[in-house]
């Protein structure tokens, strides 16, 4: 028997994902503070020594899930702009693909982006590394407009974190409040705002995936 797999299966790879699936369904469900270590073990049908191999808490698997889900929604918006050319097709293409996900996940989103504020140092610093990561990606391809003289020298940099708030505010809103419903419909002047803000052509529609 491999020294990585015990008996009962408790290191096994696959293990450790039904648990993370089960975290998703469980978060979802009952939100971060009401969830517990028990509901977690309980839906995904394993042990809390299985659990407990993986993740040291229910912050721990909440740290490993932020990464998960931000790993496969970076994914999503990548393969929506690669489907896309010149820069400002991938912006837009980015711009939707953000909404629709935002939009299809609002119970993970509405934990993301207002429950887990406040939640300790470590879950901050984690947040910000995806505020950092897709201001980063924002800030790539405005870049790529810039070369391609599609938009005027700037300081993509700045502005990629300008336009990350506001597409902060617009999700935050209409996590409160529900308008618009649904959230892609602010897509069309959330665009007219962002591309005037860097000077960008105006003249047609955006190309929905």
Known sequence: MSPRVKADG????????????????VFSDKGYYQAAVDDIVKDSQTSKGSFYHFFPSKQGIFLALVDLLNDQFVAKVERAMAQECGALRKVDAALYTALKEFSSHRRITRI???EAVG???A???????LHTSFAGLIEKHLDAAVAEKAIEPIDTELVSYAWLGAIYEIVLRWLYTGRPDPLEDALPELRRLLLNSIGAPLDREMNQP
């Open 10 to 25: 408790r290191e096994r790879p696959e293990t450790r994902a039904r648990i993370l699936d089960a975290a998703i369904r």
């Open 119 to 121: 939640l300790g140092h």
């Open 123 to 129: 879950l901050n610093e984690k947040l910000f590394e």
């Open 112 to 114: 993301l982006l207002v």
